[in-house]
């Protein structure tokens, strides 16, 4: 068996977390206890990928949560409808404050070592382990920073393994004044250090339920729910028998052409409960803009690559067709000199209606990071709030390193989205797997 290790960090990381044990407990027949409760072997077949089976019989999640602020853990730890395993919570007696910078190099490194010890002990309960699924936020601290700096020593220390990371970027409209180095600061983070970042961006959450789903004032719970519905339609394929994507290798080998462009970005269709879709229906739903969790639009871009992930009664001959029509229809929109990059599947278990998960690597997730880094490049011209981060022991060097980084991430995306096939383009032999 392919285990994959969950890492959940910070406040936002554990309730992503919290909500998607919720959601795949109930998909593969557990109870709240962990006992299996289902009526079918398809639930059980890949259950250990993300669970580990006790002598008992029952089924613990194999996730460390992590979180330097206790409170948040408090409440998995006494209200979770998952039963997790006690010794994997882990926290601090303070915060970050926000601050990237303690997370990362005060606080955070005096967590490393217990949560590195956590990590190996899960590890070793497993028989084939295929990598690491991390669950952060970018805006806050603990989350980006402790996050980023796990994700660093994981790297480290198993080089061979896959890196997923499910990564929120904050809203325009900040929560904390530092939001934006954070962001930054993790991004180039990520750019090093990940294989594939699913990225969801709270600015697009919060548009889908005011625009589409129509909510006047939503709550963390309406935007959770859709979060979750990602988290899920993503990590399906490694959960139940399927032939494409069965584990994060396929996943990154199929979506991610070169190494440093791996944020992709994620649709979902349905919104919301209602009658059920046909396939044309469910494609042209989960290709659009509007139901994209990722503040760009696609059709400012070109796919490199793309995956769409049918759930429910549907038919196998019908997404094919449908595949091709896509193609077809939109060829403008597909890079011509990547072959055969629009893969579908379909995964009927444990799913009454049909819906779909659509993940993409376009290159129009550069409109979501020129958003930051105007924000970034504002507050650090002007040196806002930069003494927060050098009393914790970081340089000015860092915040100009990881601002040209990600400029030459945007750099590259736009290079890649004007290139056509009678060009001739010299690449370096290390941006090439």
């Not at 998952?82 to 990362?104: D, I, M, P, V």
């Not at 970042?197 to 006047?216: F, G």
């Not at 139940?240 to 190494?259: K, S, T």
């Not at 550069?366 to 490049?377: I, L």
Request: hydrophobic residues 35%.
């Amino acid at each position: 068996m392919r285990e994959v290790v969950s890492i959940q960090v910070g406040q936002g990381g554990n309730q992503i977390g919290a909500k998607f044990w919720e959601a795949i407990s109930k998909e593969h027949g557990l109870d709240s206890s962990g006992e299996y409760k289902g009526n079918t072997t398809e639930q059980t077949e890949k259950i250990r990928v993300y669970y580990n089976e006790e002598p008992t019989g029952r089924y613990v999640p194999r996730t460390v949560l992590l979180d330097l602020d206790p409170s948040p853990l408090d409440c998995l730890r006494y209200d979770s409808h998952t039963q997790y395993r006690k010794e994997n919570f882990l926290s601090s007696t303070t915060g970050t404050g926000s601050n990237w910078a303690k997370g990362h190099y005060s606080e955070g490194a005096d967590m490393l070592d217990p949560t590195m010890d956590t990590i190996r002990k899960e590890i070793e309960r497993c028989e084939g382990l295929q990598g690491f699924q991390l669950s952060h936020t970018l805006g806050g601290g603990t989350g980006s920073g402790m996050g980023t700096l796990l994700l660093s020593h994981l790297r480290e220390e198993y080089p061979d393994k896959m890196m997923l990371t499910f990564s929120t970027v904050p809203r325009r409209t900040r929560s904390f004044v530092a939001e934006p180095y954070n962001t930054v600061l993790s991004v180039h983070q990520l750019i090093e250090n990940a294989d594939a970042c699913v990225m969801l961006d709270n600015e697009a959450l919060y548009d889908i339920c005011y625009r589409t789903l129509k909510l006047q004032t939503p709550t963390f719970a309406d935007v959770n729910r859709l979060v979750t519905e990602v988290t899920t339609g993503v990590t399906s394929t490694f959960r139940f028998r399927g032939m494409l994507n069965a584990d994060i290798r396929r996943f990154v080998v199929n979506l991610v052409p070169y190494p440093r462009l791996h944020f992709l970005l994620t649709g979902i269709a349905p919104l919301a409960a209602g009658r059920a879709l046909t396939v044309p229906e469910l494609v042209v739903q989960s290709c659009d803009a509007k139901n994209m969790v990722c503040a760009a639009d696609p059709r400012h871009g070109r796919y490199l690559t793309c995956f769409n992930n049918f759930r429910g009664p549907v038919s196998r001959k019908e997404v094919s067709d449908q595949a091709l029509n896509v193609c077809g229809r939109n060829s403008s929109y597909y890079v011509e000199w990547i072959p055969n990059n629009v893969k579908a599947s379909v995964n009927d278990v444990c799913t009454p209606t049909p819906s779909a998960c659509f993940v993409g690597n376009n290159t129009s997730i550069q409109e979501m990071f020129r958003g930051v880094h105007t924000q970034y490049a504002s507050f650090f011209s002007r040196r806002v709030c930069l003494h927060w981060y050098t009393m914790e022991g970081m340089d000015e060097m860092e915040f100009a390193e990881a601002e040209e980084n990600l400029t030459d991430l945007n750099r590259e995306y736009q290079q890649y989205q004007d290139a056509t096939c009678e060009e001739d383009y010299e690449f370096d032999d290390a941006e090439l797997f």
